[in-house]
């Protein structure tokens, strides 16, 4: 995206909203195993341009190469086991292996720069490990972070047209010459023109939070809603969407119609064709002749004088104007024609995973392929959590290993993590060595009015009686 480019710039956030569209790939794969007592091992293969200092650090893993870029479907066995090479013009990879003590301990692996004044993406590991005495439960997540907050997507958007209608009504003018009346113009950008992005802008929030853009489908048919209200027909007439290039050629023709109504020359005569061509042409929604359209040129020119005169350089500009479109699209989204960025992420989770967003491999492997770009607004959350028995303590106090069925150990977990009283009594029984406390626990509950339903759910998936057998004689 040319973001130098005032008119260019504002398109190309249009085609964002309008027609998503990208080519090329980058790709970012790890494997993790945890283990029971929490240590971890990792592999990653990744960009070099996107692996923090840190982490192409070779003290930091047991193994490290450097790889070519080898497509999803071509990938086979692991990471570790990819050939020994040396850094060159080919081997734009990084990969690396290791084990380390604790989650904590891993290094950071992936850093998205952001825009000065902002903070980078990154991924943030979030892990927990607790002992519920008969099982223990591993929950980890790793977010992919974005940096986008509603309050602040409307903020910088309200900066974002404040800085750029009057530079858009300057190059217009600059463009165009005294010939031609840019008011009615300026003031549709102002108004109708305004609302529109400002709807559109929050639609495309809103569908963010429910994971409903691109790649996903649903954006289309939501976007297509919003700019029906303005005028933009983006379906046929028996009701479908009109697929990318239809889309933009009829972005071009409503732009051309408004260009008509709102465009005047002061003289009173019709806009010439080839001025609405010519500004199509600048914004890039229709393409230009094959030779080369020395009026485009000039246009070009123009708009980097205009640019140059209201903010000192081209590069004061773009420290302007990429932080107020990051802050509204994300890290990722804004990068409008970008090479999209693919993660693929492994994970093997010690006992039976009950609960993850990802796609389970088997018992207890799992996996994540995703987008960079879904991280928008608040971040891609990979999340596994795994339950797995604790045998020993089972042994010990119960005489056998009675909780070991997913369904039985997440009644367990879910009782404990429920109620503070029955994991309380869950913990004496483990100190004192003996069930009594959580029988004790259960008759108080009894004798004050309350509910023994957490309890006796304990109780059942432990294998015990509903009763506390008397002692011996």
């Not at 990969?95 to 720069?113: C, D, I, N």
């Not at 099982?135 to 974005?146: A, C, N, P, S």
């Not at 009782?415 to 004192?432: I, L, P, Q, T």
């Amino acid at each position: 995206m040319r973001l130098l480019n005032t008119p260019r710039m504002l398109c190309a956030v249009a085609t964002l909203l309008l027609v998503v569209s990208g080519c090329g790939q980058q790709l970012y794969r790890a494997e993790t195993k945890l283990f029971a007592d929490g240590q971890v091992r990792r592999a990653i293969y990744q960009p070099i341009e996107d692996t923090p200092l840190e982490a192409l650090a070779p003290a930091a893993w047991t193994g490290v190469t450097y790889a070519v870029e080898i497509a999803p479907d071509a990938w086979h066995g692991t990471i570790d086991q990819l050939p020994s090479a040396q850094r060159d013009k080919d081997t734009a990879y990084f990969a690396a292996w290791g084990q380390f003590a604790s989650p904590a301990k891993l290094p950071s692996t992936y850093v998205k720069l952001a825009p000065r004044g902002l903070p980078n993406g990154k991924l943030v590991v979030d892990y927990r490990q607790t002992d519920h005495v008969f099982v223990t439960e591993y929950d980890w997540r790793e977010t992919l972070t974005d940096i986008v907050t509603l309050d602040d997507m409307h903020r910088s958007r309200r900066q974002f047209l404040e800085v750029v209608i009057p530079v858009v009504r300057k190059c217009l003018e600059t463009a165009l010459g005294p010939e031609y009346d840019v008011e009615n113009l300026v003031a549709w950008f102002d108004t109708t023109g305004s609302d529109w992005f400002v709807e559109l802008t929050d639609a495309f929030f809103e569908a963010g939070t429910r994971d409903q853009l691109p790649p996903n489908r649903e954006w289309k048919a939501t976007m297509a809603d919003v700019c029906a209200r303005y005028g933009l027909k983006l379906r046929d007439t028996s009701g479908r969407l009109l697929d990318d290039d239809q889309a933009r050629q009829q972005l071009a023709e409503f732009a051309a119609g408004i260009l008509r109504q709102q465009l005047k020359r002061r003289d009173g005569a019709p806009i010439p064709q080839s001025v609405v061509d010519d500004l199509l042409e600048w914004v890039n929604l229709i393409d230009p002749p094959q030779s080369k359209n020395p009026r485009l040129a000039r246009l070009d020119g123009l708009a980097q004088q205009v640019v140059a005169e209201q903010f000192g350089s081209q590069q004061n500009f773009a420290d302007v104007i990429t932080p107020l479109g990051t802050r509204m699209l994300g890290l990722y989204r804004v990068e409008i024609l970008g090479p999209p960025r693919r993660f693929h992420y492994e994970m093997e989770m010690p006992g039976a995973i009950v609960e993850t967003n990802g796609l389970l491999l088997g018992e207890n492997r799992l996996e994540w392929s995703f987008e960079a770009v879904q991280a928008y607004p608040f971040g891609y959350a990979m999340h596994g959590r795994a339950l797995a028995p604790s045998s020993a303590s089972q042994r010990e106090l119960l005489g056998g290993e009675p909780l070991s069925s997913r369904a039985d150990m997440l009644a367990f977990v879910a009782a404990v993590n429920s109620d503070f009283m029955v994991a309380e009594a869950v913990r004496n029984s483990a100190k004192r060595k003996t069930m009594s406390p959580l029988y004790e626990a259960r008759e108080r509950t009894v004798s004050e009015g309350g509910n023994t339903r957490l309890f006796d759910t304990v109780l059942r998936v432990l294998g015990l009686p509903a009763q506390e057998a008397p002692p011996a004689k």
